[in-house]
């Protein structure tokens, strides 16, 4: 979701902060600004649109002149994607950029009304520059009371004008999820920002500093970083970086080090990020295994994960949210199949709301690739408060969720920066179906010659990931045979099944063709009504003890006149007129049935990247979807 970046430093600011928001446009976004203090005085350009439109709105108006300065992508979530409702906002004396949601906006719009405010945008982030002027020319704490009745006039303050003040006063009164970054229009030389659910990340270079949504948007400059928690202040200035806490009182922070560089976050000469994500997975798949396998076997006991626990686990439960929940239904899958214990997989938004029966006995794993998704979040805090053991399952390292966790298996996919997710969801099942052999191992269920079996055919993965690479023009090819399409439906039963689901996902979110997943059995108790001549089903028919069960489910389409795309392994038969293009995975014999989703699913990211470019859309940023969804 929404973008934000910061500067402060000898460099053209405007350039820094418009090549860090590029480099969070990923996050999803509609119109973009940035606010540059040129002397003393603040200049803000934005605009409703892409980075294009402010590149052009730059060029046209002029750029701001200055070393000092806030940017913004904007997510439209109160008021529409407009130039007014664009951030920075400014009144008063303030001007900030804000990620997330005041939910009590409304009775703070009301209130300072009253005190003689006025608003042009229909956002609820104008109220936090406004109650920050409010706190900062002077006003205390005491005209507000607990309730909105009890407010009264305050006296203006003796106290002289002090920024981080204003900045603890106004979060005192912010509900909801923020980050925030601020100027102050009498300090031309600082930027403020502080956060609450939504993450900053304080870059530290030499003698210039920097504060965004996300690493890749100051790497290019500086590698040292540190991560603001919650309630948390931070004031750049050229002396230096203040960290300070909700009562003001100075702290002092960790300074880690980004452990991957600018190229790892670029396209390297492929046209769009999501098929260089894709091309990586044969690589992240085996560094993930790498960090998780031990002579030959998945051992967690270095996160606490040991056997024993494994052992006293009743039942499990995997929550997250769109890409990464589809992960962890394949994850049930080979649990429940391996360790025997049951697995229920739960989307984060409804499993924080629906009062769900977990205790101590159970392992709540929360996947997720940012660590920042604010249902999984809440998630994970309501499974702690039910005294449940929590795994992160967790692409970035030091992300609200991998710190919040009592273990976290940090997934080593690294910057996934397309929107739709690939090599994130990769390594995820590849770290789940390592799970499940040492759960069935700890249970007795499985000898540890057979995890190691399983394991090593897990690393042959990579290698089948890659010949599935290598044979990328057959999914072009089918890609050429879906663009025109209306709608689609992915069938598959088991394994198949679940992949079908993130197949489907992939590509209606990145070619706006509406399609469904069904399991294949239960497509004619209703949806195969939807089936007309022409139709194309997907049918993933990998796995071999249902075969026969996929192959009669085909052949209801087809005499519906469905035109069936088959994704099977090599040299599997279906009689002559059952399928129209069989897309067949050259991935050997020895893989087993269980393991072939790894291989197969970048085939059906394949056809949704092909299918998305041959519409003329851009996969890397489909509409109306955000990389980050820091909000509920
Ligand atoms: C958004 C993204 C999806 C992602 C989901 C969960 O909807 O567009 O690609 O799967 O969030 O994100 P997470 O970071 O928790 O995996």
């Known amino acids: 979701m929404c973008g934000i970046v910061g500067y402060l430093g000898r460099r053209d600011c405007a350039d820094v902060l418009m090549d860090g928001l590029e480099k969070l446009e990923y996050r999803g976004y509609d119109s973009a600004g940035i606010a540059v203090f040129e002397g003393n005085s603040i200049r803000t350009v934005k605009t409703r649109g892409k980075l294009k439109c402010m590149a052009q709105k730059l060029a046209e108006d002029g750029k701001p002149e200055g070393f000092c300065g806030i940017g913004h992508t904007r997510w439209a979530t109160h008021g529409e994607p407009s130039d007014i409702n664009s951030h920075p906002h400014s009144n008063g004396r303030v001007t900030i950029v804000h990620n997330g949601i005041i939910e009590n906006y409304?009775?703070?719009?009301?209130?300072?009304?009253?005190?003689?405010?006025?608003?042009?945008?229909?956002?609820?982030?104008?109220?936090?520059?406004?109650?920050?002027?409010?706190?900062?020319?002077?006003?205390?704490?005491?005209?507000?009371?607990?309730?909105?009745?009890?407010?009264?006039?305050?006296?203006?303050?003796?106290?002289?004008?002090?920024p981080l003040r204003a900045i603890m006063e106004?979060?005192?009164?912010?509900?909801?999820?923020?980050?925030?970054?601020i100027l102050f229009k009498d300090f031309p030389d600082r930027v403020y920002a502080t956060r609450k659910g939504s993450p900053i990340i304080v870059g530290l270079g030499q003698e210039e500093y920097f504060i965004a949504s996300d690493i890749p948007a100051f790497l290019k400059y500086t590698k040292d970083y540190?991560?603001?928690?919650?309630?948390?202040?931070?004031?750049?200035?050229?002396?230096?970086?203040?960290?300070?806490?909700?009562?003001?009182?100075?702290?002092?922070?960790?300074?880690?080090?980004?452990?991957?560089?600018?190229?790892q976050a670029q396209k390297c000469g492929f046209p769009h990020?999501?098929?260089?994500?894709?091309?990586?997975?044969?690589?992240?798949?085996?560094?993930?295994?790498?960090?998780?396998?031990?002579d030959g076997v998945p051992d967690f006991s270095g996160i606490g994960l040991t056997d024993e626990l494994l052992r006293g686990v009743k039942r499990v439960f995997v929550v997250a949210c769109g890409t990464a929940m589809y992960a962890g239904i394949v994850g049930k899958y080979a649990v429940e199949k391996l360790a025997r214990v049951p697995v229920t997989t739960e989307i984060a938004s409804e499993f924080r709301y629906m009062d769900p029966i977990v205790g101590e006995d159970d392992l709540v794993i929360l996947v997720s690739q940012s660590g920042e998704t604010a249902d999984t979040i809440a998630s994970l805090e309501l499974a702690k408060s039910r005294g449940a053991r929590t795994l992160a399952v967790v692409n970035v390292k030091y992300s609200a969720i991998a710190r919040g966790s009592d273990m976290f298996i940090h997934t080593l996919a690294g910057p996934e920066i397309a929107v739709a997710s690939t090599k994130a969801y990769s390594v995820q099942i590849a770290v789940l179906y390592a799970l499940a052999f040492r759960f069935a191992y700890a249970r007795?269920?499985?000898?540890?010659?057979?995890?190691?079996?399983?394991?090593?055919?897990?690393?042959?993965?990579?290698?089948?990931?890659?010949?599935?690479?290598?044979?990328?023009?057959?999914?072009?090819?089918?890609?050429s045979q879906l663009m025109n399409a209306e709608k689609l439906f992915f069938i598959g039963r088991g394994f198949d099944y679940a992949l079908s689901l993130e197949g489907s996902l992939k590509l209606k979110e990145i070619?706006?063709?509406h399609s469904e997943a069904y399991a294949a059995g239960e497509l004619k108790h209703g949806t195969i009504?939807?089936?007309?001549?022409?139709?194309?089903?997907?049918?993933?028919?990998?796995?071999r003890h249902v075969l026969a069960k996929t192959v009669s489910n085909m052949e209801e389409v087809k005499a519906r006149g469905a035109t069936i795309i088959a994704v099977c392994r090599k040299g599997t038969e279906f009689a002559e007129g059952t399928v129209d293009i069989k897309l067949e995975l050259d991935i050997g014999d020895e893989l087993d049935d269980m393991l072939i989703p790894?291989?197969?699913?970048?085939?059906?990211?394949?056809?949704?990247?092909?299918?998305?470019?041959?519409?003329?859309?851009?996969?890397?940023?489909?509409?109306?979807?955000?990389?980050?969804?820091?909000?509920?």
């Open 106 to 162: 409304a009775e703070l719009k009301e209130f300072l009304t009253e005190k003689g405010y006025s608003f042009v945008s229909q956002t609820d982030s104008e109220i936090v520059a406004c109650l920050l002027d409010y706190y900062y020319t002077g006003h205390d704490r005491m005209s507000w009371g607990a309730s909105p009745e009890g407010r009264t006039d305050a006296p203006q303050s003796k106290l002289a004008p002090d």
């Open 170 to 181: 106004t979060v005192k009164e912010l509900h909801g999820s923020y980050a925030l970054g």
């Open 226 to 263: 540190a991560l603001l928690d919650d309630d948390e202040i931070v004031c750049m200035e050229k002396s230096g970086v203040g960290f300070y806490d909700v009562h003001g009182i100075a702290v002092k922070k960790q300074i880690h080090t980004a452990d991957w560089d600018i190229e």
């Open 273 to 294: 990020y999501m098929l260089k994500e894709i091309h990586e997975q044969p690589e992240v798949v085996t560094k993930t295994l790498d960090s998780i396998v031990t």
């Open 444 to 479: 007795g269920i499985m000898p540890e010659s057979e995890m190691k079996r399983l394991t090593a055919q897990l690393y042959g993965t990579s290698k089948a990931i890659r010949d599935v690479i290598d044979n990328k023009d057959e999914c072009q090819f089918i890609a």
């Open 511 to 513: 070619t706006y063709i």
């Open 529 to 543: 009504s939807l089936i007309e001549r022409g139709v194309p089903v997907i049918t993933v028919a990998t796995q």
């Open 598 to 632: 790894l291989p197969t699913v970048c085939a059906l990211q394949l056809i949704a990247y092909y299918t998305s470019v041959q519409r003329g859309i851009d996969p890397d940023k489909p509409r109306n979807l955000a990389k980050s969804v820091t909000t509920e």
